[in-house]
């Protein structure tokens, strides 16, 4: 059976590395499915939920904040500015910094960045809750 390599990478550490049967991560363009086999991909991540379904296990949800996806040869790298695994997420902590980022108004662009943010860690980890995902 043919599988992924993957690999992400946030800028102060690794994230998660294993093998799987795809991704699926958020692009400027819109969300792009992994499978092994894939055509060579180079791209721009946005904010957002990467979905990894790995060849054992329950599948996985990480909360990434721009960055690249580069897949070759069955091997996918996720270089990520930031990026935070859903099990990792403190909710409450999340949400309270949602709430005072919308609170900061929408005139100020690093509330607005913070609120993005703040919105996708709170998307990872619902994730793991409504698909049955686990880490």
Not at 19 to 26: D, F, M, N, R
Not at 43 to 71: C, D, Q, Y
């Amino acid at each position: 059976m043919s599988e992924l390599n993957v690999s992400v990478v946030a800028v102060d550490r690794s994230i998660w590395v294993g093998p799987a049967k795809s991704i699926v991560a958020k692009t400027p363009e819109g969300e792009i499915g992994i499978l092994p086999g894939h055509e060579p991909v180079l791209s721009l991540l946005v904010n957002g939920v990467v979905r990894i379904e790995p060849t054992e296990g329950s599948k996985v949800a990480i909360a990434v904040h721009g960055g690249f996806v580069a897949m070759d040869s069955d091997n996918v790298r996720i270089l990520a500015e930031t990026a935070e695994l859903s099990s990792d997420i403190d909710v409450d902590r999340a949400q309270k910094a949602l709430d005072r980022a919308r609170a900061a108004g929408e005139d100020s662009p690093e509330a607005l960045a913070a609120a993005h943010r703040a919105e996708t860690r709170l998307k990872a980890a619902a994730a793991v809750t409504a698909s049955g995902m686990h880490n």
